[in-house]
């Protein structure tokens, strides 16, 4: 083993604190394994990615232990290193989407073991403006409702104390007049929500076009919801968003690798469901495997070769 020094960052307070009573035993996977280990526990948000900015590079392997913003500091953390330690990830929050995306395991001693001896596979991750996000940047209806939501609340009801955050804000839905500027194309138009994505599931639950999202293919699948123009329309969109059976005429969907986006006023938007500030411009572009996770083995789809955009271009042509 090249390096065996292995750098553990835990979140304590992700989740319901499953972590915090197997961690003996998970730091004895990695003894076990070969690795050296360091722990480091998380003193206040961004600590992880200061962490591991500051000395990441000493470790042949990082392992995060905690829920999406965790994983989202960590990553932010790599992507600005010149040596890159391989990442794995032990999934302790509400959601884990990313988690759910690329298969780990909800046990934390599973999850460790892959940690320890998972295969490599090169992920994409996104860049908006100066930040790094993982699996998703959101802007709009609901985006904010996971960090608006107590910590204590996640931890006793899980996705349900989402559900219970949003339903207070459904009085206060608001569309965006937005110019969206693709590799194709430039279009605008009035949105009520956005998602830039590379997820098989979004909020706990499975994308609807989950079976186009390849985690390594280079490109983001983007999802616009239009503003509804009536009370009819919104319920319609309300009940074809429960059943994944969503109406063109009120959604967009496409593929593409980056995307501008220019709004008539300050629009605030999540990172990997963390607040991810607010603006009137910005860029988003995908880096095409630039974080190796330690995953478990698993069947690869085919994806699309740089150089033959063919669902790109398919997808565009919906727009």
């Known amino acids: 083993m090249e390096n ?3 750098l553990l960052i835990l979140n304590p307070t992700a989740g319901k604190k499953l972590a915090q009573s197997r961690l003996f035993e998970i730091i004895d996977c990695f003894v076990k394994a070969g690795y050296e280990v360091t722990v480091h526990t998380t003193q206040s948000p961004g600590d992880a990615t200061t962490q591991l900015m500051a000395r990441g590079e000493q470790y042949g392997r990082v392992v ?3 829920g999406d913003g965790t994983l989202n500091e960590a990553v932010t953390g790599l992507e600005r290193l010149s040596r890159r330690p391989m990442l794995g990830y032990i999934p302790t929050g509400t959601t884990n989407d990313f988690a759910q995306s690329l298969g780990f395991s909800r046990n934390p001693l599973e999850a460790a073991q892959t940690a320890a001896t998972g295969v490599p596979f090169p992920c994409d991750i996104g860049r908006f403006g100066g930040r790094c996000f993982t699996y998703i940047a959101a802007f709009g209806a609901f985006t904010d409702v996971p960090y608006t939501t107590d910590q204590r609340a996640k931890n006793l009801f899980g996705r ?3 559900l219970f955050e949003g339903m207070g804000k459904l009085g206060k839905l608001r569309s965006f007049d937005m110019e969206i500027e693709t590799e194709h194309t430039v279009f605008q138009d009035s949105f009520l929500f956005g ?3 590379n997820s098989l599931s979004i909020a706990g639950y499975r994308s609807p076009f989950a079976s186009q999202v390849a985690m390594d293919d280079g490109l983001f699948e983007v999802l616009l919801i239009r503003q509804p123009q009536n009370a009819a329309e919104l319920n319609k969109l309300i009940s074809d ?14 593929q593409t690798r980056r995307l501008k986006i220019h709004s008539t006023q300050p629009v605030s938007w ?3 469901g963390e607040d991810g500030g607010s ?11 630039a974080i190796t996770f330690i995953a478990p083995p698993q069947p690869r789809k085919e994806t699309v070769e740089e150089n033959q955009p063919a ?3 398919k997808a565009a042509a919906t727009i």
């Open 270 to 272: 999540t990172l990997d």
């Open 279 to 289: 603006c009137t411009r910005g860029e988003i572009c995908c880096l095409r495997k």
């Open 311 to 313: 669902q790109l271009h």
């Open 195 to 197: 998602a830039v994505a």
């Open 160 to 162: 349900m104390a989402y």
């Open 4 to 6: 065996n020094r292995l």
């Open 64 to 66: 995060c232990c905690g």
């Open 241 to 254: 968003l429960l059943t994944q059976q969503l109406d063109q005429q009120q959604v967009r969907f496409f």
